[in-house]
Protein backbone atom coordinates (compact mmCIF):
# COMPACT_ATOMS: atom_id res chain seq x y z
CA UNK A 1 0.00 0.00 0.00
CA UNK A 2 1.22 3.18 -0.92
CA UNK A 3 0.25 6.74 1.62
CA UNK A 4 -1.17 9.36 -0.49
CA UNK A 5 2.39 11.61 1.23
CA UNK A 6 0.85 14.24 2.63
CA UNK A 7 3.84 16.23 3.86
CA UNK A 8 4.73 16.59 0.03
CA UNK A 9 2.37 20.09 0.60
CA UNK A 10 4.80 21.30 3.36
CA UNK A 11 8.14 21.00 1.46
CA UNK A 12 10.27 24.32 1.18
CA UNK A 13 10.46 25.61 -2.45
CA UNK A 14 12.51 23.77 -4.83
CA UNK A 15 12.36 20.60 -2.97
CA UNK A 16 11.28 17.89 -5.25
CA UNK A 17 9.20 15.09 -4.84
CA UNK A 18 11.79 12.43 -5.77
CA UNK A 19 15.06 11.99 -6.49
CA UNK A 20 16.68 10.03 -9.22
CA UNK A 21 18.59 6.99 -6.67
CA UNK A 22 20.20 5.55 -10.77
CA UNK A 23 21.99 8.98 -11.29
CA UNK A 24 24.93 7.11 -10.77
CA UNK A 25 26.17 3.46 -10.81
CA UNK A 26 28.28 3.35 -7.63
CA UNK A 27 29.75 5.97 -5.21
CA UNK A 28 32.88 5.84 -7.02
CA UNK A 29 31.40 7.50 -10.14
CA UNK A 30 29.14 9.69 -7.59
CA UNK A 31 33.14 10.46 -5.91
CA UNK A 32 35.12 10.38 -9.23
CA UNK A 33 33.00 13.08 -10.58
CA UNK A 34 33.41 15.31 -7.75
CA UNK A 35 36.96 14.99 -7.54
CA UNK A 36 37.29 16.06 -11.03
CA UNK A 37 35.03 19.36 -10.64
CA UNK A 38 36.33 20.66 -7.84
CA UNK A 39 39.74 19.89 -7.91
CA UNK A 40 41.21 22.53 -6.87
CA UNK A 41 38.53 23.33 -3.80
CA UNK A 42 39.81 22.20 -0.40
CA UNK A 43 38.15 18.82 0.49
CA UNK A 44 39.62 18.57 4.46
CA UNK A 45 40.73 20.54 6.71
CA UNK A 46 42.83 19.27 10.32
CA UNK A 47 45.38 21.59 12.06
CA UNK A 48 45.53 24.26 10.13
CA UNK A 49 46.53 22.06 6.74
CA UNK A 50 44.09 21.93 3.85
CA UNK A 51 43.69 19.39 1.36
CA UNK A 52 42.33 19.90 -2.11
CA UNK A 53 40.02 17.38 -4.05
CA UNK A 54 42.37 16.90 -6.21
CA UNK A 55 45.67 15.60 -3.75
CA UNK A 56 42.75 13.19 -2.31
CA UNK A 57 42.28 12.18 -5.29
CA UNK A 58 45.75 11.12 -6.39
CA UNK A 59 46.35 9.50 -2.19
CA UNK A 60 43.21 7.83 -2.58
CA UNK A 61 43.86 6.36 -6.13
CA UNK A 62 47.33 5.14 -4.81
CA UNK A 63 45.94 3.32 -1.45
CA UNK A 64 43.48 2.02 -3.63
CA UNK A 65 46.40 0.80 -6.10
CA UNK A 66 48.08 -0.61 -3.16
CA UNK A 67 45.46 -2.33 -1.62
CA UNK A 68 44.68 -3.70 -5.13
CA UNK A 69 47.78 -5.27 -5.47
CA UNK A 70 48.04 -7.28 -1.98
CA UNK A 71 45.16 -9.28 -4.23
CA UNK A 72 42.34 -8.42 -2.09
CA UNK A 73 39.16 -9.92 -4.23
CA UNK A 74 36.17 -7.77 -5.39
CA UNK A 75 33.73 -6.92 -2.28
CA UNK A 76 36.64 -7.95 0.50
CA UNK A 77 36.06 -6.23 3.65
CA UNK A 78 38.23 -3.50 4.56
CA UNK A 79 38.09 -2.21 8.13
CA UNK A 80 38.63 1.59 8.98
CA UNK A 81 39.70 2.63 12.65
CA UNK A 82 40.30 5.97 13.61
CA UNK A 83 39.00 9.40 14.60
CA UNK A 84 38.63 12.17 12.22
CA UNK A 85 41.97 12.18 11.05
CA UNK A 86 42.58 13.31 7.24
CA UNK A 87 44.01 9.39 6.29
CA UNK A 88 40.09 8.65 7.12
CA UNK A 89 39.17 11.04 4.32
CA UNK A 90 41.74 9.76 1.98
CA UNK A 91 40.58 5.70 3.13
CA UNK A 92 36.65 5.65 2.81
CA UNK A 93 37.51 6.82 -1.14
CA UNK A 94 40.61 4.72 -1.40
CA UNK A 95 38.52 1.38 -0.22
CA UNK A 96 35.40 2.05 -2.09
CA UNK A 97 37.89 2.60 -5.13
CA UNK A 98 39.39 -0.75 -5.06
CA UNK A 99 35.70 -2.03 -5.25
CA UNK A 100 35.88 -3.41 -1.10
CA UNK A 101 33.72 -2.65 1.67
CA UNK A 102 34.30 -0.22 4.28
CA UNK A 103 33.59 -1.65 7.61
CA UNK A 104 33.34 1.45 10.15
CA UNK A 105 35.03 0.75 13.46
CA UNK A 106 34.51 3.22 16.68
CA UNK A 107 38.56 3.24 17.80
CA UNK A 108 37.17 3.19 21.70
CA UNK A 109 36.14 -0.58 21.61
CA UNK A 110 37.00 -3.02 23.56
CA UNK A 111 39.30 -6.12 22.80
CA UNK A 112 35.83 -8.17 22.55
CA UNK A 113 33.72 -5.67 20.87
CA UNK A 114 36.71 -5.50 17.92
CA UNK A 115 36.88 -9.08 18.04
CA UNK A 116 33.23 -9.75 17.30
CA UNK A 117 33.15 -6.92 14.38
CA UNK A 118 36.49 -8.05 12.14
CA UNK A 119 35.30 -11.48 12.77
CA UNK A 120 31.41 -10.84 11.71
CA UNK A 121 32.57 -8.88 8.91
CA UNK A 122 35.41 -11.27 8.04
CA UNK A 123 37.63 -8.40 7.27
CA UNK A 124 40.92 -9.24 6.04
CA UNK A 125 42.90 -5.42 6.26
CA UNK A 126 42.48 -2.91 8.60
CA UNK A 127 44.20 0.59 8.84
CA UNK A 128 44.21 1.99 12.37
CA UNK A 129 45.45 4.73 14.06
CA UNK A 130 48.84 3.94 16.52
CA UNK A 131 47.07 5.35 19.97
CA UNK A 132 44.38 2.18 19.17
CA UNK A 133 47.20 -0.32 18.39
CA UNK A 134 46.80 -2.09 21.55
CA UNK A 135 43.52 -2.82 21.27
CA UNK A 136 43.88 -4.70 17.79
CA UNK A 137 47.36 -6.33 19.36
CA UNK A 138 44.94 -8.07 21.62
CA UNK A 139 42.88 -10.02 19.23
CA UNK A 140 44.54 -9.62 16.03
CA UNK A 141 45.35 -13.78 16.15
CA UNK A 142 42.05 -14.56 16.21
CA UNK A 143 40.13 -12.81 13.13
CA UNK A 144 40.79 -13.04 9.41
CA UNK A 145 43.18 -9.78 9.47
CA UNK A 146 46.14 -10.41 7.07
CA UNK A 147 46.98 -6.89 6.46
CA UNK A 148 47.40 -4.19 8.73
CA UNK A 149 48.13 -0.68 7.86
CA UNK A 150 49.33 1.57 10.93
CA UNK A 151 48.46 5.19 10.78
CA UNK A 152 50.19 7.87 13.31
CA UNK A 153 48.28 11.43 13.81
CA UNK A 154 50.86 13.35 12.05
CA UNK A 155 51.23 11.06 8.69
CA UNK A 156 49.83 13.78 6.27
CA UNK A 157 50.74 16.77 7.85
CA UNK A 158 53.98 18.43 6.37
CA UNK A 159 56.80 16.85 7.33
CA UNK A 160 57.77 19.10 10.30
CA UNK A 161 54.68 19.65 11.62
CA UNK A 162 54.20 16.02 11.34
CA UNK A 163 57.26 14.65 12.93
CA UNK A 164 56.11 17.32 15.95
CA UNK A 165 52.85 16.29 16.47
CA UNK A 166 53.64 12.42 16.53
CA UNK A 167 57.10 13.42 19.22
CA UNK A 168 53.82 15.26 21.11
CA UNK A 169 50.80 12.60 20.83
CA UNK A 170 53.32 9.56 21.56
CA UNK A 171 55.84 11.03 24.03
CA UNK A 172 54.25 14.21 25.78
CA UNK A 173 50.14 13.68 25.69
CA UNK A 174 51.23 9.74 26.19
CA UNK A 175 48.48 9.11 24.00
CA UNK A 176 49.94 5.92 22.55
CA UNK A 177 50.22 3.12 24.41
CA UNK A 178 53.28 0.69 24.19
CA UNK A 179 51.85 -2.16 21.50
CA UNK A 180 52.80 -4.88 19.24
CA UNK A 181 51.65 -5.81 15.88
CA UNK A 182 52.49 -8.92 13.80
CA UNK A 183 54.51 -8.64 10.98
CA UNK A 184 54.40 -12.24 9.66
CA UNK A 185 53.20 -15.01 7.07
CA UNK A 186 49.58 -14.84 7.87
CA UNK A 187 49.55 -10.41 8.81
CA UNK A 188 51.51 -8.16 7.15
CA UNK A 189 51.94 -4.61 8.65
CA UNK A 190 52.90 -1.48 6.83
CA UNK A 191 52.79 2.00 7.51
CA UNK A 192 50.23 4.07 6.30
CA UNK A 193 52.77 6.34 4.04
CA UNK A 194 54.45 3.74 3.10
CA UNK A 195 50.98 2.17 1.25
CA UNK A 196 50.48 5.37 -0.42
CA UNK A 197 54.03 5.44 -1.77
CA UNK A 198 54.09 2.04 -2.93
CA UNK A 199 50.72 2.61 -4.61
CA UNK A 200 51.50 5.18 -6.97
CA UNK A 201 53.99 2.49 -8.53
CA UNK A 202 51.45 -0.37 -8.49
CA UNK A 203 48.74 -0.41 -11.34
CA UNK A 204 45.62 0.53 -10.41
CA UNK A 205 41.91 -0.81 -12.10
CA UNK A 206 38.76 0.67 -11.71
CA UNK A 207 36.27 -2.18 -10.12
CA UNK A 208 33.10 -2.68 -11.97
CA UNK A 209 30.64 -1.74 -9.41
CA UNK A 210 27.09 -1.86 -9.67
CA UNK A 211 24.52 -0.05 -7.31
CA UNK A 212 23.41 -3.67 -5.71
CA UNK A 213 27.43 -3.74 -4.60
CA UNK A 214 27.99 -3.44 -0.77
CA UNK A 215 29.69 -0.33 -0.13
CA UNK A 216 29.73 -0.21 4.08
CA UNK A 217 28.75 -2.72 6.66
CA UNK A 218 27.71 -0.10 9.57
CA UNK A 219 27.25 -2.10 12.47
CA UNK A 220 24.40 -1.31 15.28
CA UNK A 221 23.52 -2.74 18.14
CA UNK A 222 21.76 -6.20 18.56
CA UNK A 223 18.78 -6.72 19.81
CA UNK A 224 20.67 -10.65 20.74
CA UNK A 225 23.28 -8.04 22.69
CA UNK A 226 25.19 -8.79 19.32
CA UNK A 227 26.18 -6.15 17.14
CA UNK A 228 25.10 -6.28 13.60
CA UNK A 229 26.06 -4.86 10.52
CA UNK A 230 23.72 -3.04 8.53
CA UNK A 231 24.33 -3.88 4.85
CA UNK A 232 24.74 -0.49 2.84
CA UNK A 233 24.81 -0.87 -0.93
CA UNK A 234 26.12 1.48 -3.23
CA UNK A 235 22.57 2.57 -4.85
CA UNK A 236 21.44 3.68 -0.85
CA UNK A 237 24.14 5.74 -0.13
CA UNK A 238 23.76 7.56 -3.64
CA UNK A 239 20.20 7.53 -2.65
CA UNK A 240 20.84 9.19 0.19
CA UNK A 241 23.23 11.74 -0.71
CA UNK A 242 21.41 12.69 -3.40
CA UNK A 243 17.92 12.90 -0.98
CA UNK A 244 19.69 15.20 1.61
CA UNK A 245 21.18 17.55 -0.85
CA UNK A 246 17.87 17.91 -2.34
CA UNK A 247 16.94 18.77 1.08
CA UNK A 248 19.37 21.19 2.08
CA UNK A 249 19.92 22.74 -1.56
CA UNK A 250 17.54 25.51 -0.95
CA UNK A 251 19.09 26.91 1.59
CA UNK A 252 22.76 26.25 1.53
CA UNK A 253 22.79 27.79 -2.03
CA UNK A 254 22.03 31.36 -0.27
CA UNK A 255 25.72 31.39 0.62
CA UNK A 256 26.09 31.50 -3.06
CA UNK A 257 29.26 30.12 -5.17
CA UNK A 258 32.02 29.77 -2.31
CA UNK A 259 32.78 26.45 -0.93
CA UNK A 260 30.82 25.22 1.92
CA UNK A 261 32.87 24.45 5.20
CA UNK A 262 31.07 22.15 7.23
CA UNK A 263 32.08 21.07 10.80
CA UNK A 264 33.10 17.54 10.66
CA UNK A 265 33.00 16.99 14.70
CA UNK A 266 30.63 13.50 14.30
CA UNK A 267 32.80 11.06 14.00
CA UNK A 268 32.99 9.51 10.79
CA UNK A 269 32.84 6.12 11.65
CA UNK A 270 29.16 7.19 12.68
CA UNK A 271 26.91 7.04 9.94
CA UNK A 272 25.49 10.54 10.44
CA UNK A 273 28.78 11.74 9.74
CA UNK A 274 30.22 9.61 7.24
CA UNK A 275 26.40 10.26 4.79
CA UNK A 276 25.93 14.45 5.94
CA UNK A 277 29.56 15.38 6.15
CA UNK A 278 31.87 13.47 3.94
CA UNK A 279 29.62 12.14 1.31
CA UNK A 280 27.25 15.29 0.53
CA UNK A 281 30.45 17.95 1.37
CA UNK A 282 32.15 15.50 -1.70
CA UNK A 283 29.43 15.91 -3.73
CA UNK A 284 28.50 19.25 -3.17
CA UNK A 285 32.03 20.56 -3.11
CA UNK A 286 32.00 21.14 0.59
CA UNK A 287 35.24 21.13 2.92
CA UNK A 288 35.29 19.24 6.11
CA UNK A 289 36.90 20.25 8.91
CA UNK A 290 37.97 17.56 10.89
CA UNK A 291 37.74 17.50 14.77
CA UNK A 292 39.58 14.49 16.01
CA UNK A 293 38.22 14.47 19.51
CA UNK A 294 35.09 17.42 20.04
CA UNK A 295 35.37 16.30 23.86
CA UNK A 296 38.42 18.60 23.56
CA UNK A 297 35.82 21.31 23.84
CA UNK A 298 38.21 24.31 24.03
CA UNK A 299 40.61 22.98 21.51
CA UNK A 300 37.14 22.35 19.28
CA UNK A 301 36.49 26.29 19.79
CA UNK A 302 40.24 27.61 18.71
CA UNK A 303 39.98 25.39 15.60
CA UNK A 304 36.51 26.82 14.43
CA UNK A 305 37.74 30.61 15.38
CA UNK A 306 39.77 30.21 12.29
CA UNK A 307 36.89 29.49 9.78
CA UNK A 308 33.67 30.46 9.18
CA UNK A 309 31.42 27.99 9.03
CA UNK A 310 28.08 27.22 6.99
CA UNK A 311 26.63 24.26 8.10
CA UNK A 312 27.00 22.45 11.48
CA UNK A 313 25.77 18.82 12.48
CA UNK A 314 25.79 17.71 15.61
CA UNK A 315 23.91 15.91 17.98
CA UNK A 316 22.09 17.91 21.85
CA UNK A 317 25.78 16.86 23.62
CA UNK A 318 28.02 18.15 21.48
CA UNK A 319 25.85 21.60 20.86
CA UNK A 320 25.24 21.86 24.75
CA UNK A 321 28.95 21.51 25.48
CA UNK A 322 29.80 23.94 23.13
CA UNK A 323 26.86 26.56 24.43
CA UNK A 324 28.57 26.00 28.07
CA UNK A 325 31.81 27.35 26.82
CA UNK A 326 32.30 31.15 27.89
CA UNK A 327 33.95 31.88 24.31
CA UNK A 328 31.97 30.12 22.13
CA UNK A 329 29.91 33.00 21.94
CA UNK A 330 32.67 34.98 20.38
CA UNK A 331 32.79 33.02 17.10
CA UNK A 332 31.56 34.39 14.25
CA UNK A 333 28.60 32.82 13.08
CA UNK A 334 27.62 35.38 10.15
CA UNK A 335 28.26 32.17 7.81
CA UNK A 336 25.70 29.33 9.33
CA UNK A 337 23.24 28.89 7.71
CA UNK A 338 22.15 25.08 8.52
CA UNK A 339 22.35 23.33 12.25
CA UNK A 340 21.49 20.02 11.68
CA UNK A 341 20.92 17.63 14.65
CA UNK A 342 20.48 13.86 14.79
CA UNK A 343 21.36 11.27 16.27
CA UNK A 344 19.07 11.91 19.27
CA UNK A 345 16.55 14.27 20.58
CA UNK A 346 17.12 17.58 20.69
CA UNK A 347 15.92 19.12 23.80
CA UNK A 348 14.16 22.60 23.56
CA UNK A 349 16.46 23.90 26.18
CA UNK A 350 19.78 23.42 23.82
CA UNK A 351 17.77 24.38 20.56
CA UNK A 352 16.63 27.72 21.77
CA UNK A 353 20.53 28.42 23.81
CA UNK A 354 21.94 27.38 19.92
CA UNK A 355 19.34 30.16 18.36
CA UNK A 356 20.23 33.03 20.45
CA UNK A 357 23.71 32.51 20.51
CA UNK A 358 24.13 32.03 16.68
CA UNK A 359 21.10 33.15 14.97
CA UNK A 360 20.77 30.10 13.52
CA UNK A 361 17.99 27.05 14.35
CA UNK A 362 18.50 23.36 15.08
CA UNK A 363 16.52 21.35 12.29
CA UNK A 364 16.57 18.33 13.86
CA UNK A 365 16.30 14.84 11.50
CA UNK A 366 16.05 11.34 11.93
CA UNK A 367 17.35 8.14 10.65
CA UNK A 368 19.19 5.14 11.08
CA UNK A 369 22.37 3.17 10.22
CA UNK A 370 19.52 0.97 8.59
CA UNK A 371 18.94 4.24 6.68
CA UNK A 372 21.90 5.41 5.10
CA UNK A 373 20.31 7.51 7.97
CA UNK A 374 18.68 10.52 6.44
CA UNK A 375 14.94 9.49 6.81
CA UNK A 376 13.09 12.36 7.64
CA UNK A 377 13.62 16.21 8.31
CA UNK A 378 12.11 19.49 9.39
CA UNK A 379 12.35 22.17 6.97
CA UNK A 380 15.13 24.15 6.87
CA UNK A 381 13.51 27.45 7.29
CA UNK A 382 12.09 27.22 10.71
CA UNK A 383 12.53 29.43 13.08
CA UNK A 384 12.21 28.10 15.75
CA UNK A 385 11.61 24.58 17.80
CA UNK A 386 9.50 21.80 16.65
CA UNK A 387 9.89 19.27 19.00
CA UNK A 388 9.41 17.02 15.88
CA UNK A 389 11.46 15.02 13.82
CA UNK A 390 10.08 16.63 10.19
CA UNK A 391 8.69 15.64 6.78
CA UNK A 392 9.73 12.65 4.92
CA UNK A 393 12.12 13.75 2.66
CA UNK A 394 11.97 13.35 -0.98
CA UNK A 395 11.23 9.40 -2.36
CA UNK A 396 10.58 8.32 1.09
CA UNK A 397 7.43 6.71 2.54
CA UNK A 398 6.98 6.37 6.08
CA UNK A 399 4.20 4.96 7.69
CA UNK A 400 2.87 4.55 11.58
CA UNK A 401 1.72 0.60 11.36
CA UNK A 402 0.04 -1.09 14.75
CA UNK A 403 1.30 -4.42 16.39
CA UNK A 404 -0.84 -6.05 13.21
CA UNK A 405 1.06 -4.27 10.42
CA UNK A 406 -1.58 -2.09 9.95
CA UNK A 407 -1.41 1.32 8.07
CA UNK A 408 -2.32 4.22 11.05
CA UNK A 409 -4.55 7.60 9.84
CA UNK A 410 -2.99 10.82 11.37
CA UNK A 411 -3.06 10.61 14.87
CA UNK A 412 -2.64 7.43 15.59
CA UNK A 413 0.04 5.99 17.89
CA UNK A 414 1.92 3.20 16.31
CA UNK A 415 5.82 1.89 14.97
CA UNK A 416 7.57 4.21 12.78
CA UNK A 417 8.39 2.33 9.33
CA UNK A 418 10.13 3.48 6.79
CA UNK A 419 10.21 2.63 2.86
CA UNK A 420 13.06 4.48 0.39
CA UNK A 421 16.07 3.50 -1.84
CA UNK A 422 17.91 4.42 1.28
CA UNK A 423 17.06 1.46 3.26
CA UNK A 424 19.60 -0.84 3.96
CA UNK A 425 19.91 -4.57 1.97
CA UNK A 426 19.99 -6.51 5.51
CA UNK A 427 21.75 -7.62 8.24
CA UNK A 428 24.96 -8.87 7.38
CA UNK A 429 24.99 -12.77 7.27
CA UNK A 430 21.80 -12.83 9.91
CA UNK A 431 18.55 -13.60 7.12
CA UNK A 432 16.67 -14.08 10.69
CA UNK A 433 17.17 -10.60 11.85
CA UNK A 434 16.53 -8.93 8.60
CA UNK A 435 13.20 -11.06 8.25
CA UNK A 436 12.35 -9.59 11.78
CA UNK A 437 12.88 -5.83 10.82
CA UNK A 438 11.29 -5.85 7.03
CA UNK A 439 7.22 -5.87 6.86
CA UNK A 440 6.03 -7.78 4.04
CA UNK A 441 6.10 -4.14 1.33
CA UNK A 442 9.52 -3.11 1.85
CA UNK A 443 9.13 -1.15 5.26
CA UNK A 444 12.07 -1.17 7.28
CA UNK A 445 10.59 -1.26 10.96
CA UNK A 446 12.46 1.80 13.56
CA UNK A 447 11.11 -0.27 16.68
CA UNK A 448 10.60 4.08 17.39
CA UNK A 449 7.10 4.79 18.24
CA UNK A 450 5.20 7.92 17.04
CA UNK A 451 2.53 10.10 15.39
CA UNK A 452 1.79 11.64 12.17
CA UNK A 453 -0.18 15.00 11.88
CA UNK A 454 -2.75 15.63 9.30
CA UNK A 455 0.35 17.76 7.46
CA UNK A 456 2.33 15.03 7.35
CA UNK A 457 4.49 15.67 10.39
CA UNK A 458 6.51 12.81 12.89
CA UNK A 459 7.20 13.00 16.01
CA UNK A 460 8.50 10.19 18.10
CA UNK A 461 6.56 9.66 21.13
CA UNK A 462 8.75 6.68 23.23
CA UNK A 463 10.84 3.76 22.04
CA UNK A 464 9.03 0.43 21.13
CA UNK A 465 12.55 -1.21 21.84
CA UNK A 466 14.65 -1.13 25.00
CA UNK A 467 17.39 0.73 23.34
CA UNK A 468 19.09 3.18 25.17
CA UNK A 469 20.26 6.04 22.87
CA UNK A 470 23.31 7.74 24.97
CA UNK A 471 24.29 10.66 23.22
CA UNK A 472 23.49 9.67 20.09
CA UNK A 473 24.33 6.12 19.92
CA UNK A 474 22.43 2.81 20.32
CA UNK A 475 23.45 1.08 23.81
CA UNK A 476 21.59 -2.78 23.78
CA UNK A 477 20.34 -3.83 27.62
CA UNK A 478 21.10 -7.41 26.59
CA UNK A 479 25.22 -6.39 25.29
CA UNK A 480 25.51 -4.88 28.69
CA UNK A 481 23.71 -7.46 30.85
CA UNK A 482 25.40 -10.48 29.16
CA UNK A 483 29.08 -8.82 29.92
CA UNK A 484 27.58 -8.11 33.51
CA UNK A 485 26.41 -11.19 34.07
CA UNK A 486 29.55 -12.78 33.08
CA UNK A 487 30.99 -10.90 36.35
CA UNK A 488 31.37 -13.99 38.91
CA UNK A 489 30.01 -11.73 41.63
CA UNK A 490 26.54 -11.16 39.47
CA UNK A 491 23.85 -13.43 40.09
CA UNK A 492 21.22 -11.46 37.65
CA UNK A 493 21.18 -7.94 36.14
CA UNK A 494 19.34 -5.33 34.05
CA UNK A 495 19.90 -2.62 31.60
CA UNK A 496 17.74 0.17 31.54
CA UNK A 497 17.89 3.99 30.12
CA UNK A 498 17.57 6.79 32.53
CA UNK A 499 17.13 10.60 31.84
CA UNK A 500 20.42 12.32 31.42
CA UNK A 501 20.93 16.33 31.57
CA UNK A 502 23.96 15.94 29.31
CA UNK A 503 23.84 12.52 27.14
CA UNK A 504 19.71 12.41 26.78
CA UNK A 505 19.73 8.83 28.33
CA UNK A 506 22.30 6.94 30.80
CA UNK A 507 22.78 3.70 31.54
CA UNK A 508 21.28 2.35 34.89
CA UNK A 509 22.37 -0.96 36.18
CA UNK A 510 20.37 -3.16 38.47
CA UNK A 511 21.75 -5.69 39.93
CA UNK A 512 21.23 -9.13 41.90
CA UNK A 513 24.60 -9.87 44.13
CA UNK A 514 26.35 -13.86 44.21
CA UNK A 515 29.29 -12.15 46.02
CA UNK A 516 28.14 -9.83 48.74
CA UNK A 517 30.95 -8.37 49.04
CA UNK A 518 30.94 -7.00 45.45
CA UNK A 519 31.08 -3.12 44.96
CA UNK A 520 30.09 -0.62 42.56
CA UNK A 521 33.56 0.54 42.04
CA UNK A 522 34.98 -2.72 41.24
CA UNK A 523 31.60 -3.14 38.93
CA UNK A 524 31.95 -0.21 36.82
CA UNK A 525 35.88 -1.18 36.48
CA UNK A 526 35.18 -4.43 35.17
CA UNK A 527 32.48 -2.63 32.57
CA UNK A 528 34.83 0.08 31.60
CA UNK A 529 37.35 -3.61 30.54
CA UNK A 530 34.72 -4.78 28.88
CA UNK A 531 32.83 -2.24 27.18
CA UNK A 532 32.90 1.42 25.08
CA UNK A 533 32.58 4.45 27.22
CA UNK A 534 29.25 4.96 26.28
CA UNK A 535 27.68 1.23 27.30
CA UNK A 536 29.18 1.67 30.51
CA UNK A 537 26.88 1.98 33.07
CA UNK A 538 26.52 5.65 35.02
CA UNK A 539 24.11 4.12 37.68
CA UNK A 540 24.14 1.33 39.59
CA UNK A 541 21.63 0.24 42.29
CA UNK A 542 21.87 -3.61 43.85
CA UNK A 543 18.79 -5.16 44.81
CA UNK A 544 17.73 -8.42 46.61
CA UNK A 545 15.53 -9.15 43.51
CA UNK A 546 14.48 -7.86 40.02
CA UNK A 547 10.33 -7.60 38.84
CA UNK A 548 9.60 -10.58 36.75
CA UNK A 549 6.74 -11.89 34.60
CA UNK A 550 5.45 -15.56 35.28
CA UNK A 551 8.12 -17.01 33.26
CA UNK A 552 10.71 -15.52 34.65
CA UNK A 553 11.87 -13.05 31.90
CA UNK A 554 13.03 -9.63 33.81
CA UNK A 555 10.77 -6.87 33.16
CA UNK A 556 12.52 -3.77 31.90
CA UNK A 557 9.85 -1.81 31.90
CA UNK A 558 8.83 -1.73 35.26
CA UNK A 559 12.46 -0.85 36.33
CA UNK A 560 12.11 2.00 34.10
CA UNK A 561 8.59 3.18 35.20
CA UNK A 562 9.70 2.87 38.90
CA UNK A 563 12.84 5.34 37.69
CA UNK A 564 10.28 7.72 36.15
CA UNK A 565 8.30 8.00 39.19
CA UNK A 566 10.93 7.92 41.62
Known sequence: MTSSKPWLASYEPGVPAEINPGEYNSLVELLDQSFKQFAKRDMAAFMNVHWTFEQVDELSHSLAAWFQARGLSKGARVALMMPNVPQYVVAIAAVLRAGYVVVNVNPLYTPRELEHQLTDSGAEAIIVLENFAITLQ??????????IVLASMGDMLPFFKGTLVNLVVRKVKKMVPAFSLPNNAKTKLTKFNDAVSEGRNATYSLPALKPDDVAFLQYTGGTTGVSKGATLLHRNIVANILQSEAWFKPELSKVGNEPLVVVCALPLYHIFALTVCYMMGARMGSMNVLIPNPR???????TLQNYRVNQFPAVNTLYNGLLNHPDFAKLDFSGLKVSNGGGMAVQQATAEAWMKVTGCPIVEGYGLSETSPVATANRLDITGFTGAIGYPIPSTDVAILDDDGNHLAAGGVGEICIRGPQVMAGYWNR??????SMTADGFFR?????VMDETGLFKIVDRKKDMILVSGFNVYPNEVEQVVNMHPGVLECAAVGVEDAKSGEAVKLYVVRKDPALTEAVLKAYCHEQLTGYKCPKHIEFRDDLPKTNVGKILRRELRDEKKTA
Open 138 to 147: QVVARTPIKH
Open 296 to 302: DIPGFIK
Open 431 to 436: PDETAK
Open 446 to 450: TGDVG
